[in-house]
């Protein structure tokens, strides 16, 4: 069975321009989650998702942060302009409802 | 203040011993679920077990077990026969909420255990 799969898993760029994460949960889970992970800060929710609708997206540090779940199996996290402070492990989980499984996560480097 | 506490920082054990990883959580729901995940070298998180509030027995998955003190409210993490891969960062993470819930997690800081040969 696949499990969670994001894309790129490593991603360097440079500030001001525009990243897009992308995450294809496991089929039939409903429930879909955004995390990130630093050092400083540890692993956070940014924004989760049932049945593709936002619930909770208070943990999104800011305008540049914006999710999208356009359908049950792809869902995007950008950040517009990126910043070297957006530097982080971010990670896609899901879930059938109890407990979440997480992709591989993506590295991501703001230079 | 921290709804889940990992006092450890780092942890050492001998292969074949069993190792304890400690894990306190704060909550005012009668319903909740903590779970345990392992982060290798590699990154990828990996879920090891959970226990259910409710639940009355404490959980086992193959070497993992959870020692679940409700009134302490404390879900430790026990491996036993402890192998070098296991050396890893355990995260003790905490969903308040109803049972069947997807809401979401509140993780430690994690705990990092290394096993010698």
């Known amino acids: 069975d696949a499990g969670v799969i994001q894309s790129p898993r490593h991603e360097v760029t440079e500030m001001g321009q525009e990243v897009t994460l992308r995450c294809k949960p496991i089929s039939g889970h409903d429930y879909l989650f955004w995390y990130r992970q630093t050092m400083m800060r540890g692993l956070e929710l940014l924004i989760y998702f049932n049945n593709n609708v936002p619930i909770d997206d208070s943990g999104m540090p800011e305008d540049r942060f914006s999710a999208k779940m356009p359908n049950a199996s792809f869902s995007t996290l950008k950040i517009q302009p990126s910043e070297p402070r957006d530097s982080a492990v971010y990670f896609c989980?899901?879930?059938?409802?109890?407990?979440?499984?997480f992709g591989p996560g993506t590295r991501l480097l703001v230079l | 203040a921290q709804k889940i506490t990992q006092t450890q920082p780092g942890m050492f054990v001998q292969e074949k011993e069993a190792v304890t990883l400690d894990c306190t959580y704060d909550?005012?729901?009668?319903?909740?679920?903590l779970f345990w995940y392992k982060q290798p070298s590699s990154g990828e998180m990996i879920f090891l077990i959970y226990?259910?509030?409710?639940?009355?027995q404490n959980a086992t998955e193959g070497r993992y077990s959870l020692n679940f003190q409700k009134a302490r409210k404390s879900a430790n993490l026990v491996i036993s026969a402890s192998q070098l891969g296991d050396s890893a960062m355990y995260f003790c993470a905490m969903r308040e909420g109803q049972r069947t819930s997807g809401s979401r997690l509140t993780f430690g800081e994690g705990t990092q255990l290394t096993v010698n040969p």
């Open positions: 226990q259910g509030s409710y639940d009355e």
């Open positions: 989980a899901s879930s059938p409802g109890r407990t979440q499984y």
């Open positions: 909550t005012s729901d009668q319903s909740y679920g």
